[in-house]
């Protein structure tokens, strides 16, 4: 094989492996960009609150997540090994680290109205994002969860369930938003509410996804 090919073959196997982690955080993001679409039919003043909602959590779910990316090269490293019993106290160490990080985010998202006062943000609009972030609070388990398992098999070439989850999560996040935020199929319109309460949901259905699409993978570990 010349070298040409050696470098062919390699970009090809590097697309094939980073094409859906790019699939997966366009996912993570667009789930944000729905909740403010739909909300934005709702009214401006609901689109307004959704939209200071999602700043006020997003830069915590930013930093938790960071703090479990810890799992790729640890996990990449022992998986090269061959060495299963270092790769299954990682992700054992990774699922009590992400159930942990539950706990101070969410003592930081349980009343975020007085931050927003003091940051001089509208007051028609500081109670409904303040509902907002104590909804995603709900989501929080999964959400860590879902990251800790998605590096886990990152680190390990596979890439397939966690495209998936992503893809389903997506739609269910769209299917939520319209029965709560508008009150469909016999639920009440909870607004700027319901739409944090539609993230939560897909967001633990993601993870309960890939436990359960990955678990031939996981279980010798």
Do not use: C
């Not at 319209?178 to 009150?183: E, H, L, S």
């Not at 199929?185 to 309960?208: E, K, W």
């Amino acid at each position: 094989m010349n070298r040409f090919d050696r470098i062919r073959r390699e970009l090809a196997a590097a697309t094939r492996l980073a094409a859906p982690v790019a699939l997966v955080q366009l996912g993570l993001m667009s789930m944000g960009v729905v909740d403010t679409m739909m909300l934005g039919h709702l009214s401006a003043e609901a689109l307004a609150a959704g939209a200071l909602g999602h700043i006020a959590t997003i830069g915590l779910l930013i930093l938790g997540a960071g703090i479990l990316t810890a799992l790729d090269p640890l996990v990449a490293q022992a998986y090269g090994a061959g060495d299963r019993e270092v790769v299954g106290a990682h992700l054992q160490r990774g699922i009590v680290l992400a159930l942990a990080l539950v706990i101070p985010t969410a003592l930081l998202l349980w009343d975020v109205r007085p931050a927003l006062r003091a940051f001089g943000q509208p007051a028609a609009v500081v109670d409904e994002a303040g509902a907002f972030a104590h909804a995603i609070i709900w989501g929080l388990p999964g959400f860590f969860l879902f990251i800790t398992f998605r590096q886990t098999l990152q680190a390990m070439s596979v890439v397939r369930p966690t495209a998936v989850a992503i893809v389903l999560g997506n739609l269910a996040n769209v299917l939520g938003n319209w029965i709560f935020i508008f009150g469909h199929l016999g639920m009440p319109a909870l607004g700027v509410r319901g739409s944090a309460y539609s993230t939560s949901v897909s967001r633990t259905a993601m993870f309960l996804w890939l436990l359960v699409a990955s678990r031939k993978v996981l279980t010798p570990y």
